[in-house]
């Protein structure tokens, strides 16, 4: 708890008109007032600088309610943008948005064997390349979601191992070179901001995104705000024991649940399937097995390959055992698949859905809605971004 | 977010007031305002409020800082009383408490066959002789902790098996009966508030208290708030599958971890020693296997017998793997055992800690502390009343 200025009080109030207006817009003073219970003279004087700064415009009129019709106001959701970053281990992603989390801009590059400073300065050009294309506009700053342990508060990498970076400073250092507040956070914790903020789904103010990629992780939203933990690690269940004795996990344990359900995972398996069935729909997709891809498995998955079924069963039982312990630990009542292996849809979450069932308190279980995420790949991107949008407006 | 109005600020100050000299006192005015950020005449005023109420009190003074030495403050911790109650499945406990958790006041009845009306008249006659002891002095209200779901807004425990409770309005029934507010709350998240509140360590706002008795919950506070859930079912993770294929679990599931680390559980596993081996330790401290007890468990412990260190360490085991799972979904750094099985102490955490490491990501597991509640068996009933205490003084 701190004391309220009278400083803080009007920032407090200005925010809370802001979010009202990016929730509730096209809205009317009158209504705003009514919402959030500030006098009419306060929404007034406070939509007035908001419109001055150019976030905020009137755009017509809303019906009458006996009087003459109401002014409405709505966000100008291009009066700022965001650059938000994926240091995914595959790629790097990076797109300037605007506030509504529409891509504008959006460059891609690939990793491949890229680490330490060569891997920096990809995320340098990235960046001066898009800053550069926002001139004009006013950049309300930079987001990044990376793999690996960060320390947000401090904005300090503390190991990504693809990447080659321990305890890199990245926030500062961008800080430095752009001027402009920077926010990382871990990849699966901007995802599962990024569905909080620009999901489909608006209800509640808890959800846990399931991240299933090349690493598997989840990120946590409760309160609306994002759970980090108390070293940052908040969500790391990729590496979590679910196959007692399993296979070597890169962490050093065994059976982690990264080790059955990760894209790699999968490709391994249909690579396994490939070479035992010279019948397998694979070949028709994969010159050979060590050429397939999650794009081979989605196209022979589509064709109505009986194997690969029983691979994404496989997967969906491991996320369902994940499920079942975030159901008893954490009771959210939404979870959110994420990733390349959530391409695999309604397949996937049948397994999660049926184990989450069997491993967790039934009524809790009955209570919790599993979907996919309609973001797609941009979501680390878009969670970036929204790390910003919270931060700097209070929005998200 | 809600707009501040100047009493909202004004009952805001008096709680951050109340909490500094709370968590910091004896204190003089000049520190609460150099801590709070108020100015010292507010300080002053609100101090004076508080003493006329007689939550505060000058005790003294403290060394001089060049000046007059500072007056110093601290509170009547016997200003005010809270009623706690645990209404376990074996047992209902219950406490008048003051506000630093000292029990004045403890009623034990058995609850046995009791069930639906006869367990609740069982509550009201505690509560009818706890608010009588308390004449005279300032009651706060009644506090509740107790098995299975509840709804802890409405006060309404939807269902707890043992006593043929479902959809008992039970906050309303007291409410009504003793004028007082009422605060309900599942046994373990009342636990872990206790912990929170009146534990041995003071850091950190994020910790776990895993409950480990006839029943197998966690309680889960962050950034100082009990985390309820969507469905008040947070922590539900004793029935949660931890072995695949188990046990039938009375949840209706398999394998779930209630089955392997509850105290029945051990009792059962003690019997079929005591069955299979007439030369156990256990002989000597219980007449017949059916008679065994936790009791005796803890003696034929203590007498170093080995067949039950191998229980112990079964129990730890599954134990280690709830832990692993909370602390890749948490990240949390604290996690403490209370309930009846944590009586086993260090021989209990070591195989905690040992799963806990090779289940989860070495960096977290390493910096996560797994410690014994000192706070033993009424833990519960302290949790009751720090309830009041967060809700009704903002303390906590």
Chains 1, 2 share one sequence.
């Not at 970053?85 to 300037?96: G, H, I, K, W, Y």
């Not at 300065?121 to 960046?127: F, G, I, P, S, T």
């Amino acid at each position: 708890m701190k004391k309220a200025t009278q400083q803080q009080t009007k920032t407090h109030n200005t925010r809370l008109i802001t979010k009202t207006i990016y929730d509730a817009g096209p809205i009317s003073r009158a209504e705003i007032a009514r919402l959030t219970h500030l006098t009419r003279t306060t929404v007034s004087d406070l939509v007035a600088e908001l419109m001055e700064d150019g976030l905020v415009e009137e755009i017509g009129y809303g019906p009458s309610e006996g009087g003459k019709p109401p002014t409405l106001l709505s966000l100008v959701e291009d009066s700022r943008h965001l650059i938000g970053m994926d240091l995914a281990n595959s790629q790097f992603r990076a797109a300037v948005v605007n506030l509504r989390g529409r891509i504008q801009h959006c460059l891609v590059r690939p990793v491949d064997d890229l680490d330490g400073q060569a891997a920096l300065d990809l995320v340098y050009e990235l960046a001066d390349e898009l800053v550069a294309s926002t001139e004009g506009s006013r950049l309300l700053g930079i987001g990044i979601g990376t793999p690996g342990l960060m320390d947000a508060r401090r904005g300090v990498v503390r190991r990504a191992v693809n990447l080659d970076w321990q305890d890199l400073p990245l926030g500062d250092l961008l800080e430095a070179r752009y001027n402009l507040p920077i926010y990382i956070a871990n990849d699966s914790q901007a995802a599962a901001l990024a569905e909080y903020t620009f999901g489909a789904s608006k209800d509640g103010s808890n959800l846990v995104v399931l991240k299933v990629g090349r690493g598997v992780g989840a990120g946590i939203v409760l309160g609306g705000q994002l759970h980090y933990g108390d070293g940052f690690g908040a969500g790391e269940i990729g590496h979590v024991t679910v196959v007692e004795d399993g296979q070597a996990c890169r962490c050093g344990n065994r059976g982690c649940l990264e080790t059955v359900t990760s894209s790699q995972f999968m490709i391994r398996r249909a690579q396994a399937i490939a070479q035992s069935d010279p019948h397998s729909s694979l070949h028709r997709f994969a010159l050979a097995p060590e050429k397939i891809t999650m794009e081979t498995l989605l196209a022979a998955f589509e064709a109505g390959d009986p194997a690969l079924g029983a691979v994404i069963d496989e997967v969906g039982h491991y996320l369902g055992v994940a499920a079942a312990n975030l159901v008893g630990a954490l009771n959210v009542r939404r979870i959110v698949i994420a990733g390349s292996v959530a391409r695999f849809g309604p397949a996937l979450l049948e397994p999660i859905v049926r184990e989450m069932a069997c491993r967790s308190l039934q009524t809790l279980a009955e209570e919790t809605r599993v979907e996919i995420s309609d973001l797609g790949p941009d979501i680390v991107i878009l969670g970036a971004a929204a790390l910003l949008l919270s931060h700097e407006l209070g929005l998200s």
